[in-house]
C-alpha cells in the first residue's frame, strides 16, 4: 500500500516556526526601542506612585488633613494659573523620566574589606626593608597607612593582586641587585605563587611597578613564519618586550604574536648561540626549529653529540650537509666546516682586492648545529683525541665574515665543559627550564625582570641577544616527527616545513623513504 506524502504545513512546519518566531523578536526589539520614551516614562510614574504611597503611610493619621489641605491648594493655584495645567504635566512628565530611567550600581571607590587587608599584610611586610630609625616622617611605619604607599593597585577576579605600584624611600638601595632581589622575593611570595610578575624599578621616580605577566602561548606549532633572509624566531615573548609581531596561523586561526628575533649574517652583532637547559626542556626542540628555518636560505651542518637520533627527519634533504652522531664523523665535519670558513675568507677577500663582489658560494649562509658536544669531548678524551670543540675556534672567531653561524646547544650542568671560545663568542644566550636565579644571570649576564614559577611547559624560558633585555620566551612546538608521542597536527606541521630530499629513495634505508612512498614513516632505529 502507498504512503500518502505528509500535509505541506507538517513537512515544512518547524522552518515556518523558526522565522515567526525571528520576526516576533525583531519586532519586539524595534517596538522595545520606539517605545524606550514612553516605557521609561510609565516606569518613572510608577516609582513616583509608589513612593507617594509610602509618604502618605508613614504620615501620622493627626497630620494628614494638613497635608491633603496643603495639597489641594497647590492644585488649585496650579490650576488658576496661566498654562499652569501644562507646566505641571511637563514637569510631572520629566520628573518621571528622571525618576524611571535605568541605573547602573556605581562602581565601589577603593578596595572592599579583604582587599584592604591583602594591601595592609604587603604594607606591613615591606615596613622592615623600607624604612630606617632616622627617618623622621616614615612613608612605612609598623601601623601605618597602606594608602600613602601604594599608589596604584588592581586585583583580579580571584582577589588577588594583578597590578601594584609601590612608592618607596629615597634612601633604599635600588641600585643593589641583593637588595632588589629580597623585595621581588618578598612581593612574590605574598602577593601569591604559582604566577610570573614583572618588577620595573623606576630610579628616579623611586617607584616598583609589579605586573603579573599572563603565561605564554604554547599552542604555536612549527610554521613558516614571515621574516627576511637572516632572521631566525628563536620564540615568542610578551607584547612589552618587543616593538613587532608576527602572524601565525593554529589550526584556521590566525593571529599576531610578538616574537624573539634572532639576526644572523655579516651586519650581526651576535653571530652565535649558546642554548643551555636541563633534559626536557626542549633544546633540542629549538635547534630542530633553527635547523628547519635555516633550511630556506642555507645549509646545515649537525652534530649530535647524545646519539638519540632527534635529527633524523633531516637525513637526505636538501641543504643538509651531513648529521654526524659518531666521533670519528663529528671531527671530520667539523675540520670540514673550518677550511670552509677559511675558503670563504680567502675567496671574499681576493675578490674585495681585485674589485669583484663576493663569490655566490660565499653568500649562501652555512649554519653549524652542535647539540650536546660535551658528551663528544668525553669520548674524545677517553679515545686518546682532540676535543671537537677545538675545531670551532675558526667558525667561532670568523663566522660572521664568512656568513658562517654557529649554534650549540647543552645541558645547564655541562657548561663547565664547553670551550673558552664557545663562551665567548656565544653572545646570544637562551635558557630553558627551572632555573635557580643565580644560574640564569650565569648564563645571560643579566637577572631576569620576572619571577618564574616552579612548573613550566618545555620550550619556556629566557633569552638574551648580546646586550639586550632579557625576555621571556616561549619556543615552537617542533618536536621529532618520528616520535610516537608526536601529536598528528604537530607531526604534519615539522613534515611540512622539510625540503626535498637530494639522495634518491632507492638508496634510502627503509626507515627513511618518504611519505609518497611509504604509507607512514615509521620511527628510526637508533643510531
Same mark, same amino acid.
Given at each position: 500500500?502507498?504512503?500518502?506524502?505528509?500535509?505541506?504545513?507538517?513537512?515544512?512546519?518547524?522552518?515556518?516556526?523558526?522565522?515567526?518566531?525571528?520576526?516576533?523578536?525583531?519586532?519586539?526589539?524595534?517596538?522595545?526601542?520606539?517605545?524606550?520614551?514612553?516605557?521609561?516614562?510609565?516606569?518613572?510614574?510608577?516609582?513616583?506612585?509608589?513612593?507617594?504611597?509610602?509618604?502618605?503611610?508613614?504620615?501620622?493619621?493627626?497630620?494628614?488633613?494638613?497635608?491633603?489641605?496643603?495639597?489641594?491648594?497647590?492644585?488649585?493655584?496650579?490650576?488658576?494659573?496661566? !498654562?499652569?495645567?501644562?507646566?505641571?504635566?511637563?514637569?510631572?512628565?520629566?520628573?518621571?523620566?528622571?525618576?524611571?530611567?535605568?541605573?547602573?550600581?556605581?562602581?565601589?571607590?577603593?578596595? %572592599?574589606?579583604?582587599?584592604?587587608?591583602?594591601?595592609?599584610?604587603?604594607?606591613?611586610?615591606?615596613?622592615?626593608?623600607?624604612?630606617?630609625?632616622?627617618?623622621?616622617?616614615?612613608?612605612?611605619?609598623?601601623?601605618?597607612?597602606?594608602?600613602?604607599?601604594?599608589?596604584?593597585?588592581?586585583?583580579?577576579?580571584?582577589?588577588?593582586?594583578?597590578?601594584?605600584?609601590?612608592?618607596?624611600?629615597?634612601?633604599?638601595?635600588?641600585?643593589?641587585?641583593?637588595?632588589?632581589?629580597?623585595?621581588?622575593?618578598?612581593?612574590?611570595?605574598?602577593?601569591?605563587?604559582?604566577?610570573? !610578575?614583572?618588577?620595573?624599578?623606576?630610579?628616579?621616580?623611586?617607584?616598583?611597578?609589579?605586573?603579573?605577566?599572563?603565561?605564554?602561548?604554547? %599552542?604555536?606549532?612549527?610554521?613558516?613564519?614571515?621574516?627576511?633572509?637572516?632572521?631566525?624566531?628563536?620564540?615568542?615573548?610578551?607584547?612589552?618586550?618587543?616593538?613587532?609581531?608576527? +602572524?601565525?596561523?593554529?589550526?584556521?586561526?590566525?593571529?599576531?604574536?610578538?616574537?624573539?628575533?634572532?639576526?644572523?649574517?655579516?651586519?650581526?652583532?651576535?653571530?652565535?648561540?649558546?642554548?643551555?637547559?636541563?633534559?626536557?626542556?626542549?633544546?633540542?626542540?629549538?635547534?630542530?626549529?633553527?635547523?628547519?628555518?635555516?633550511?630556506?636560505?642555507?645549509?646545515?651542518?649537525?652534530?649530535?653529540?647524545?646519539?638519540?637520533?632527534?635529527?633524523?627527519?633531516?637525513?637526505?634533504?636538501?641543504?643538509?650537509?651531513?648529521?654526524?652522531?659518531?666521533?670519528?664523523?663529528?671531527?671530520?665535519?667539523?675540520?670540514?666546516?673550518?677550511?670552509?670558513?677559511?675558503?670563504?675568507?680567502?675567496?671574499?677577500?681576493?675578490?674585495?682586492?681585485?674589485?669583484?663582489?663576493? +663569490?655566490?658560494?660565499?653568500?649562501?649562509?652555512?649554519?653549524?648545529?652542535?647539540?650536546?658536544?660535551?658528551?663528544?669531548?668525553?669520548?674524545?678524551?677517553? %679515545?686518546?683525541?682532540?676535543?671537537?670543540?677545538?675545531?670551532?675556534?675558526?667558525?667561532?672567531?670568523?663566522?660572521?665574515?664568512?656568513?658562517?653561524?654557529?649554534?650549540?646547544?647543552?645541558?645547564?650542568?655541562?657548561?663547565?665543559?664547553?670551550? %673558552?671560545?664557545?663562551?665567548?663568542?656565544?653572545?646570544?644566550?637562551?635558557?630553558?627550564?627551572?632555573?635557580?636565579?643565580?644560574?640564569?644571570?650565569?648564563?645571560?649576564?643579566?637577572?631576569?625582570?620576572?619571577?618564574?614559577?616552579?612548573?613550566?611547559?618545555?620550550?619556556?624560558? !629566557?633569552?638574551?641577544?648580546?646586550?639586550?633585555?632579557?625576555?621571556?620566551?616561549?619556543?615552537?612546538?617542533?618536536?621529532?616527527?618520528?616520535?610516537?608521542?608526536?601529536?598528528?597536527?604537530?607531526?604534519?606541521?615539522?613534515?611540512?616545513?622539510?625540503?626535498?630530499?637530494?639522495?634518491?629513495?632507492?638508496?634510502?634505508?627503509?626507515?627513511?623513504?618518504?611519505?609518497?612512498?611509504?604509507?607512514?614513516?615509521?620511527?628510526?632505529?637508533?643510531?
Amino acid at each position: 500500500m502507498a504512503r500518502r506524502p505528509l500535509p505541506r504545513i507538517l513537512s515544512n512546519g518547524t522552518v515556518c516556526l523558526a522565522r515567526s518566531r525571528e520576526l516576533a523578536r525583531s519586532a519586539a526589539d524595534s517596538a522595545t526601542d520606539v517605545l524606550h520614551p514612553l516605557i521609561t516614562i510609565a516606569r518613572g510614574l510608577r516609582r513616583l506612585a509608589a513612593a507617594g504611597r509610602r509618604r502618605w503611610a508613614d504620615t501620622p493619621k493627626d497630620k494628614r488633613g494638613p497635608l491633603l489641605f496643603l495639597v489641594a491648594s497647590v492644585v488649585l493655584v496650579v490650576a488658576l494659573v496661566p !498654562y499652569g495645567p501644562m507646566l505641571a504635566l511637563v514637569s510631572l512628565m520629566a520628573a518621571a523620566g528622571w525618576t524611571g530611567r535605568e541605573r547602573t550600581a556605581p562602581a565601589p571607590d577603593g578596595p %572592599d574589606e579583604a582587599q584592604a587587608q591583602r594591601l595592609q599584610c604587603l604594607y606591613e611586610a615591606l615596613v622592615p626593608y623600607f624604612s630606617v630609625p632616622e627617618d623622621p616622617a616614615p612613608v612605612f611605619a609598623h601601623g601605618g597607612a597602606w594608602d600613602k604607599a601604594f599608589t596604584t593597585y588592581e586585583f583580579d577576579d580571584t582577589g588577588r593582586v594583578s597590578r601594584l605600584v609601590v612608592q618607596y624611600p629615597a634612601y633604599f638601595t635600588d641600585g643593589e641587585a641583593e637588595s632588589r632581589a629580597r623585595i621581588e622575593q618578598l612581593l612574590h611570595a605574598k602577593s601569591g605563587r604559582g604566577r610570573e !610578575y614583572h618588577f620595573a624599578w623606576d630610579e628616579e621616580s623611586n617607584e616598583l611597578t609589579v605586573t603579573v605577566l599572563p603565561p605564554l602561548p604554547t %599552542d604555536i606549532a612549527a610554521q613558516r613564519f614571515v621574516t627576511n633572509p637572516g632572521e631566525t624566531v628563536l620564540g615568542f615573548t610578551d607584547e612589552t618586550g618587543v616593538q613587532r609581531t608576527l +602572524p601565525v596561523t593554529d589550526g584556521e586561526e590566525r593571529r599576531d604574536v610578538p616574537p624573539v628575533v634572532w639576526r644572523t649574517g655579516p651586519r650581526s652583532t651576535e653571530p652565535h648561540l649558546l642554548i643551555t637547559g636541563r633534559p626536557g626542556t626542549g633544546t633540542t626542540t629549538l635547534l630542530r626549529s633553527i635547523a628547519l628555518q635555516a633550511l630556506q636560505y642555507g645549509d646545515v651542518l649537525i652534530v649530535e653529540g647524545g646519539g638519540t637520533g632527534d635529527y633524523a627527519c633531516l637525513a637526505g634533504r636538501d641543504g643538509v650537509l651531513a648529521i654526524e652522531c659518531g666521533l670519528a664523523g663529528a671531527l671530520a665535519s667539523l675540520e670540514w666546516a673550518a677550511h670552509e670558513t677559511e675558503r670563504r675568507l680567502i675567496a671574499a677577500n681576493r675578490a674585495r682586492q681585485a674589485g669583484h663582489p663576493p +663569490p655566490e658560494d660565499t653568500k649562501r649562509p652555512l649554519w653549524i648545529l652542535l647539540d650536546r658536544p660535551s658528551a663528544l669531548g668525553h669520548l674524545a678524551a677517553a %679515545d686518546g683525541r682532540n676535543d671537537p670543540q677545538s675545531l670551532l675556534q675558526v667558525p667561532l672567531r670568523h663566522g660572521r665574515a664568512a656568513n658562517v653561524t654557529v649554534a650549540v646547544a647543552d645541558q645547564l650542568d655541562c657548561l663547565d665543559a664547553l670551550s %673558552d671560545a664557545v663562551h665567548q663568542h656565544t653572545r646570544a644566550r637562551v635558557v630553558l627550564g627551572p632555573a635557580a636565579p643565580d644560574q640564569v644571570e650565569e648564563v645571560l649576564g643579566a637577572p631576569p625582570h620576572t619571577t618564574p614559577t616552579a612548573e613550566v611547559p618545555p620550550g619556556r624560558g !629566557y633569552a638574551r641577544l648580546g646586550a639586550g633585555p632579557v625576555h621571556r620566551l616561549q619556543v615552537p612546538a617542533t618536536p621529532d616527527p618520528y616520535d610516537d608521542a608526536t601529536s598528528e597536527a604537530h607531526r604534519r606541521a615539522v613534515m611540512e616545513l622539510l625540503p626535498e630530499r637530494s639522495t634518491p629513495a632507492d638508496t634510502l634505508p627503509a626507515d627513511e623513504l618518504p611519505e609518497e612512498i611509504t604509507e607512514a614513516e615509521p620511527v628510526p632505529a637508533e643510531s
